[in-house]
Structure formats: C-alpha cells, structure tokens
C-alpha cells in the first residue's frame, strides 16, 4: 500500500465534500507536511491564526488517529469532542470511510484554531449563545459554550406549553451538534427576551431544516421580528438551504440593529397559517458604536433614485441591516474564533467571481498598522494580507473586469464595504496602482487609490457604497448584484492592475422596517456528488530532511467550472461572455489571431478523429492551414479548464516574445465567444514521456537510444537556459515534466505549455508574493513548497526529475509501486545515497551508457534535486555537464574540462 496514495483520496475526498470550498483543502494541505514513517503520516500543524499558535502531530495509520505532542488544552477539547482516549492518545475512528476522517482532521484544525493565545481587540459587552431546543449548556465544536433554553433566562415561563423542543431525526455529517441537532418547535407566536445594554448588536439566527419528530422540514413558513424590524416572513429554511452555493445543509443569518434605551432585544417568531416555526440557535453580539450603522449619515449612491424611496432617505442608527456576504477576498475561510471579538465568519471569494479571469491571490504576512478610521477590530489581519489582484500583465488587466457576482433580493438598498490594503512591498506610494469601482454596471468609484486613503503600505482602509437594487417589473425576486474592477490608467500610475482584500455586503430594511425577502425557489440536489466542481490533481515533492523523507503533498490543479448557480427563476438570463470580439494582442506580426469559422474548418468542426491529445485543458487536434500546406496541432481550452483566461492570454505573450529552436512555436490563437484556441506548430513525435514508458498505438514502447535522449536533455536544457535568461528578468516555466517535452521529426526537443510561466524573480511584481502552488505532482520543488517563494531553480528541481525519468524509464510518480518507491525523486536520491543506482536504470539502456557518462549524468541530475535552492545549478552548468556526459559516453571525445 502506497501511503502517498491514502493521501491523496483523504485529500481528494476532503475536496469534494460539499461543506466546504477547495481552497481550505488547499491550505489545509499547504500548511501540513506530510512525513512518511512505518506509523503512518504526521501532519504538523504550525501557526494557525492570527490569535492563535498551536503545534500537533497526527499520525494516521489504519484509521486509527494520534495526538503527538500537543498542548493540554487541545487534548482536553478533543476528547470533549471527539471521544479521545486520554490514556493511549488515540482517537479511533470506525468508519470505513475516509470523507469522515478527512472532516474530523479538519474540524480539528479548526479546534486547533480555537486555543486563543491573545485577546482579540474587541471584546462585546453582550454575548448570548443559546442552544434551542436543549436543557443543558453545552460546547460548540469550535470551542464556544451555548446555554441551554429551558431555563427561563431568556425564555418565557410558560415555555413548556406553548413550544415543544425536538431533535433532529437525521443529521447531516457535515452540520455540527452544537447548536444544530436540537430545535425548538413553535406552533404560535413565541418571543424570546434578550437584556441587553443600549447599541448596536449582531443578530445571528442558526437553522437545520432536518425533520423534526413528527414536523416536516419542508413544511415550515414562518416569520421572525426583533425589536420592530421584520427578519424574516413566510420564510422557508429548507427552501433557503436548498439554494445555497455552495451547497450546505443548515444556515446562519446574521442581522445588525441597533438596540434603543428600552435594554432589551425581542425576538418573536410566528408560524405561517397551518405551519409552525423553528429555531435551532440564536447568538447576540454587541458591536462598537459607529462601525457599521454610522451616526454620520452616509448619502446614497446611484444615479437614478428609485421611486419608491425617499429622495431624502438616509442609512442611519434607525437602519437594520441583513450580513448577506462577508469574504476574505483571495484567501482562506476565517472562522468565528479568528475574527476580532465579533465572532464573524469570513469566506472565501471564489465561489462569486466570474468567468475564468480570476486574478492571482498574492498573500504576504506583513505587519498591519491599524488607525483611528480604520481600528484594529474592523477586520483580522489575515483579511488585510490577503487580497486578489488581475494579474502582472499590463496587456491582459486592461482587457478585462475582475467581477464578482452576488444573488440579491430586488427592491431593498445594499451597503457594500470594501476593505483595501496594499501589503505588497511594490506599491508603497500614491499613484502606483489606482482603479474604479462598478457596481451593478454603474461607477461607484472612478479612482480608487489605496495608498492615498491609507496612508502607507500596511495600512488597512475601507470604502462604504449603498446602491439601489430596483425591483424588476414591481416584483421583489432575487437578482445578481455585479461588483466589477478596472485599472484606471488616466494618471499613469506605475501598474495597471487591481486590488481588493475584503468584501461585506448588506441588505438595509426598507422603509417599512422590513428585510424580508421571498423564499428561492426549490433546488433539488443533483443526482450525483457533484464531481464536475472540481477536480485535483496531486503533486508530491521529495526531498531528503534530516535522513527522513519528506513528502510534500501539493500541486491543486482545479478545474473550475463556472460558478453560476443560482436559485431564481426570475434572475436576468445573460450571456456568458464579457469580452469583445474586437480585441487584439500588441505583438502584431508574431501571432495570427484565427477566427472561429476557421478553426472550425481546420477541424474539421471540432472532429473526434482529428484529436491528437487530451488533457485536463481540453482537446488537441491536428489541422492544416495555409491551403492545406502547414500542419498545425490545435489546442481548444475547456472552458471549465484550470486553464482560464489568465493562462491563455500568458501563453500568447509569453510565447510571442520568446523564439528558440527548443521551444515550441505559436503559429496562433483564436477567442471568440466562450471559445479560447491555441494553435501551434505540429511537432511529429509527440510527447518524452511517449517514447520513455508510455505504450503506442501499436502495443510497444518505442525506445530511443540513450545518445539520442542525451541530446534531448541537452535541448530541454537549453531551452530552460534560454527561458531563464534571455530576458532581463528571465522566464521561469513552473510546469517542467516529460509530457510538456515534445520531439519533432528529427528527435529535436521541444518544451511546451507555458501558461504557467512567470517572469522571473527580480522583478517580478510580486516578488516574495506566493501564488497558488502550481505544478505537477511528482515534479514540485519542495522549497517552493514550503517557503512558496517561486525561483528559476525549481524549473531545475523539476529538470532533475525529467533527467531520473530518461535515465530510469518510468513516470515521476507510480502509484502501483512500493511505498518507498512512489516518488521516482525520492527513491532515486535513496538508491544513489545506497549506491544501487543500477538498480533503477532503464533495463533497455543499461548496456548502452558508458560508466564515466552515467557518472556525470547522476551526479547532474541528483544536483539538480539538491533541497537547497542554492545547491542546484543553474540551466547552463547543466548544459555543460549535460554535454560533458555526451562526450564521455564517446570515451574518446571526453575532455578534462569535465
Ligand atoms: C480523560 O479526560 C476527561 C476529560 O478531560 C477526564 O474527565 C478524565 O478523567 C480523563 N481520564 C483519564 C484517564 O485521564
Ligand atoms: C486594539 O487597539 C486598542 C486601541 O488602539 C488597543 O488598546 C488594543 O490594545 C489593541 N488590541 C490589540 C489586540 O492589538
Ligand atoms: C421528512 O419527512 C417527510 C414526511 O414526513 C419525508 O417525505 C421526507 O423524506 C423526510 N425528509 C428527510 C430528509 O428525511
Ligand atoms: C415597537 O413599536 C411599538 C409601536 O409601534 C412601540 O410602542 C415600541 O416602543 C417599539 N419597540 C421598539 C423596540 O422600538
Ligand atoms: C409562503 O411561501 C410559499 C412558498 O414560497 C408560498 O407558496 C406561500 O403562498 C406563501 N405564503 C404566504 C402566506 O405568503
Ligand atoms: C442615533 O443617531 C442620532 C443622531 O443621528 C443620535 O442622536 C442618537 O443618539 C443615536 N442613537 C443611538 C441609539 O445611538
Ligand atoms: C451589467 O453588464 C453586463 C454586461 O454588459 C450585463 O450582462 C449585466 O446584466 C449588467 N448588470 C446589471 C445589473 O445591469
Ligand atoms: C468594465 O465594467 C464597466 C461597467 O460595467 C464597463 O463599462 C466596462 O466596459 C467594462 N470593461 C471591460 C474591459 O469589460
Ligand atoms: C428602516 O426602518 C426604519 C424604521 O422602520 C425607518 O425609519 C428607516 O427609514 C428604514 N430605512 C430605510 C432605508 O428605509
């Protein structure tokens, strides 16, 4: 059993869970290092949060789980929650099934998260959890402590009549106990009494629309009011719940009113005629005065005022507010005991963008210096050092709108606050990077500056816009609110390039003190776990630490889809598309822009026969162009491929810059509607990694002699060499392996697929910024890895792979070996360290390569996979070395140079 592979289906099946995103499985993943030993895995933990530090050790082997070396604390919370055997350390698990285990490690992060090791900044003069439905106090999975709700604390006396708690018949895996697996029922109106001091306060209402005894989920119409405002009316949790993106089972809603001098806060709830209400939890929260409901009026924003709102209207303390979004825009869920004292959970972003242009997500641990605007309670730090911006190409940000999309109820007023910090070391003054605004197609902000609001680089700020959303034919109906970013390049600031780091959205009452909107529409679950929401491909890294191995696990390749899935039947239907057909590439000349009627003929329309590849991306198909004179090999970009826009539009740029005899050329592209088509020069003999171990058509491996795969090493390499230092900054590939090596009629190398490539670390904006880990599993540099800090040398961690691989004949990674051999990096290093290296050449080489030429070649290729950056060569020593094994496999032309 290949230990490897049980980390790749945790991780495969943590990813399609529905109860939470892709991304928390990525840093999940980035933040433990997976170190192999006869026990098991060890994910060690290390710095969690922002108000927390916590170190464990898990050692999973059959099922069974061990706490190493924890704090007491954590392991008192974890056999609270998780029937921890405090005697042997061990946590059993008896599933066979390994989603429940990945969820468990991941609430016990979470858990991990919760051991606070400062005081947050803000602490609520009022906090109520109550649990609905219980008789007992009891503690949440996240490590807060909820009353029960049968004491009259908070309840009338006369609770036991005119309400019945229940439990739920089901639970859902993914919904915590605490509070969700009790309810309380109502079959009339029933209020709950919160004393409370004068101020505003959250207002967070947790609902599992399970069955209830005899209740029916599904059946349950009611309405919710506090302190005058409607909540809630004829609302429906199961029909909520079955529209929400992404899918969960239970809810929380979050309200914000501000409570008079009466020091007390009402909550009624009131069954629909013939239905009854429910509530599984409720949590009141104070928050600082003058934070969101501002004293000092904010104007409205719009062009045109709607008619059925006052011209004179104003947000003020008389305003309740509905939280529908909160997001930790390019970075990670932040969880209630991450926040600064309110308790807020924050999202990740993804989920709202649209399209494939998704920006990159550079994160940076700075110090934040909070102000007297901005105090330090507005938002955790880790809000504020990650954001997401369009992307390093000047070229690329200007075509297109970094959107966000929203669903929203029509007819109310929104507040949107957008928290900005410029924490990349590049923009320290005004005029570096400004953008406008959009919302809903009109503009919000022409200039944004984040410098010039905060003041400096590291300091947070936050722009507050209330905007209109009309309701569509008089109807209320749920709409999409649109947020869209644009460089503003009247100014000429330094880049051309977009930042937003937070995102709250709000509904405010009407003027009717109401902030109830219809129910969705049903949303029926799909038929099967939703499989096309992504798929992860697994990197590992290996390196040798300390005499142990280590493997990294790493290398998300995540298709996303396009995330349009929405609960209305009354939402506009629109086209897919933003981008205009007029657009055109500055390198005129280089590269042919194809329309799609062409390609199409080229094709053949698209013909299965024609396809001479397939990959993750999409289809490559061979065509002729030119009166059928060229062939060329025709790249058609899923549109739900990993490859968005962002990569298609690198791989032009980068490709039209760069010309050598080893790379291969762009003839071409075409972008027309949601179409995205490369179209390259046809390289005969495919892919290395054919001719090294894959089998052909006709059932063979079609072996190339060891001299020939010499000289292909040696091309790759100039290749590399070229890329690495033919432009001031330099090309670095990110994506080095076997099948992005093609070889044309005259066995030439020639290295393809550059839509990962960035420009090199010197200047690079975004130096020291890490990006989503891309790469191949099998082929990731473990500094990169670990540090995410991006250099020329991991292209070489990833040639040392290529060069095992010509050397061995066998993938970089091969699940159905031996544990130890897995990782052909790994298991290479250890047979050179162990002097068996003839073990694991090529069988059909091993009377070919002279001993002074594997000699040198070894001693190159293990070099290259040196753990230290700095030990690794540079691409052109390796030609030289490469050259120097060429010459020695001919003893007589070998020289002393070597
Ligand atoms: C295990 O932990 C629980 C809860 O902290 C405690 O009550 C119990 O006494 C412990 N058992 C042992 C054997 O230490
Ligand atoms: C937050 O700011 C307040 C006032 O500036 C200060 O007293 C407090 O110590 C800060 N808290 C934290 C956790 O930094
Ligand atoms: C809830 O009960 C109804 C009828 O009582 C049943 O049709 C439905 O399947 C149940 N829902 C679940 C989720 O079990
Ligand atoms: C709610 O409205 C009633 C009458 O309109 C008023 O008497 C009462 O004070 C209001 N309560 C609050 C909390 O504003
Ligand atoms: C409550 O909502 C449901 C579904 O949205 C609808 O069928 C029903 O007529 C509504 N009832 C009232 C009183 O509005
Ligand atoms: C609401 O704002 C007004 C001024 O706009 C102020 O006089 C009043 O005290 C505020 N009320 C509360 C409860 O903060
Ligand atoms: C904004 O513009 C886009 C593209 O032109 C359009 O599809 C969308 O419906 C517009 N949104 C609104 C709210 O007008
Ligand atoms: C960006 O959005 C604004 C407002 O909707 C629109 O006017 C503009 O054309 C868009 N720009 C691009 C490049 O899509
Ligand atoms: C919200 O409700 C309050 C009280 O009913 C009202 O005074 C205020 O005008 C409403 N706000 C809006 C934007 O209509």
New binding site residues.
Partial sequence: MCLLARASVLALKCASASSFGPESCVSWFERAFLRSSERGLCFGFLRLSEYSCARACFWVADLKLRVVGSSKAFCARASFEFGLDNTSNTLIFNTPNTLTIALYLYSLLHLLSSTAATTPPYTPTDYFLLNCGSSSNAMSQDGRSWDGDATPKFSPSNIGTTSSPSTATEQDSSVPGIPFLTARIFTSKFTYTFPVSSGPKFIRLYFYPANYSNFDGSKSYFSVTAANYTLLSNFSAFLTVSALVPRQSSLVKEYILNVRDTQKLDIAFNPSPNSYAFINGIEVVSIPNNFYIKGDRIPFLGIQQPVYIQQSAYFDNNTALETLYRLNVGGNDVSVNDDTGMYRTWHQDYVYIYGAAIGLVPHLEVPIRYTNETPNYTAPATVYTTARTMGQDPNINL???LTWIFTVDSGFWYLARLHFCEFQPEVTKENERIFSV?MN?Q?ADQEVDVIHLSGGNGIPVFKDYVLSVPPVDGLQSKVDL?L?M?PNVNSKPVYADAILNGLEIFKLNQSNGSLAGPNPEYVPLPSKQNSKMMLLVFAIAGGVIGGVFLISVIGFLIFRHRRRVRDSGASVVKSKS?KTNASSLPSEGLCRRFSLAEIQSMTNNFDDELVIGSGGFGKVYKGLIDGEETTVAIKRLNSMSKQGAHEFWTEIEMLSKLRHNNLVSLIGYCEEGDEMILVYEYIENGTLANHLYEINTSGNICHISWEQRLNICIGVARGLDYLHTSTQQGVIHRDMKTTNILLDKAWVAKISDFGLCKMGITSDFGTHVSTDIKGTFGYLDPEYFMTRRLTKKSDVYAFGVVLFEVLCGRPAVNMRLEEEQCSLALWAQHCIKKKKLGQIIDPSMRDQISPLCLTVFTKVANKCLNNNPNGRPTMADVVVSLECALAAQDQQGYTSRC
């Fill in positions: 075509r297109y709108n959009y197609n503009t649109w869209a644009h933003t």
